[in-house]
């Protein structure tokens, strides 16, 4: 890897992506630290070694775009960036583009759309397939065309990709970590010190909180990862395809939220413009549930407002709370707080509030 990070600095095509297994041919061995701006200051032997296979992330790239996946389509040309004409860009070259900059399927392709960029035009024509998995892989051809008019800059937007997954463990949130590549889910691995930096992205990529904690990995191997921790996804990480023990990960959001309901058997309850509204007198019944993800647990019903709260184990996954004659006292703001012990921690997860008013009969 510090080999790598060196090659793709000193061809100014910016990070390392992945370092894939090495082919047989043999080359003279290179020891780098990572920091040296070429492979020259490197200290190199004529001890034979594999050949090393290095991607970098920056051979093409989006720009002027709301994120990683929309943009203006730049393409590494020497050491600056060449925009795509129009007319040189196809459906089959854009699938490529949205593969090799890690994200989903292209989901709009416009000429104009992300403005023209300061630089050259990429003097070459693309003749993708729509299967390579990165856009140098694809045949080119000289332009037809050498002028491309104003307006005409390939603008492209890639949907996002759904790249990483938890399984196993009975929530979105919690379980082994897996990562989407080439056509296939592998299992993603990590060194001991680098498992709670991978564990902080996969989390945030996931939507699912903070990481709570990291379990022992299984003894299956996966993809290596390592990431500084800051990352919105995977896929701005360095990985390697030498295989580490399978990472787990708990994160904090781990329970879906709960759902809160009012119910009465008396017929005194009609929806309101703010929410339910009970007359006077009624016995009423506000009810609490949850999708059937872990055993146990238990409802906490709050009133906003007051201090009072009561608390009933979840059967079957859920809780009813009775109220004998609504009176003023019961107006109000209700919410369910499910909490539950699991993966040796405790977790809760609220619902949306429930606005009461209570009102004449």
């Keep these: 890897m510090s080999i790598a990070i060196v090659v793709c600095r000193q061809l100014g095509c910016g990070s390392t992506v992945s370092v894939l297994p090495g082919n047989t041919t043999r080359g003279f061995g290179v020891s780098c630290s990572g920091s040296e701006p070429s492979l020259r200051e490197c200290i190199r032997t004529n001890e034979l070694r594999p050949g090393l296979t290095v991607i970098c992330s920056e051979s093409v790239r989006l720009v002027d775009g709301a994120g990683l996946c929309s943009g203006r389509v730049e393409v590494k040309s020497y050491q600056s960036w060449a925009s795509v004409c129009e007319a040189d860009f196809d459906r089959q070259d854009a699938e490529v583009v949205c593969r090799d900059v890690g994200c989903g399927a292209p989901a709009a392709l416009q000429g104009g759309l992300y403005g023209e960029g300061e630089g050259q035009t990429w003097d070459k024509e693309f003749q993708c397939k729509g299967k390579e998995s990165l856009l140098l892989d694809c045949d080119t051809s000289d332009r037809k065309n050498k002028t491309c008019l104003p307006g005409n800059a390939v603008g492209l937007t890639c949907s996002e990709p759904d790249d990483v997954r938890l399984v196993g463990g009975g929530s979105r949130c919690a379980g082994g970590v897996e990562w989407y590549d080439q056509g296939e889910w592998r299992i993603v691995g990590a060194e001991d010190e680098d498992q709670r930096d991978v564990a902080a992205v996969v989390c945030r990529q996931l939507g699912c909180g903070s990481t709570v904690s990291v379990p022992p990995g299984n003894t299956t191997r996966g993809i290596r990862f390592y990431c500084e921790g800051d990352e919105s996804s995977l896929r701005e990480c360095f990985r390697s395809y030498d295989l580490h023990p399978g990472l787990t990960v708990i994160c904090s959001d ?108």
């Design 254 to 361: 781990l329970l879906v939220q709960p759902d809160i309901f009012l119910t009465d058997p008396m017929g005194g309850v009609f929806r309101g413009h703010q929410g339910p509204e009970m007359f006077r007198g009624y016995n009423f019944t506000i009810t609490c549930s949850t999708q059937p993800q872990y055993p146990g647990g238990s409802f906490l019903l709050t009133f906003t407002g007051s201090n009072r709260t009561q608390t009933q184990p979840a059967v079957n996954h859920s809780a009813a709370f009775l109220f004998p004659a609504a009176d003023d006292s019961h107006q109000g703001n209700y919410s369910c707080v499910y909490d539950n012990y699991v993966f040796s921690h405790n977790f809760s997860s609220e619902s949306e509030l429930l606005s009461l008013t209570i009102t004449g009969n």
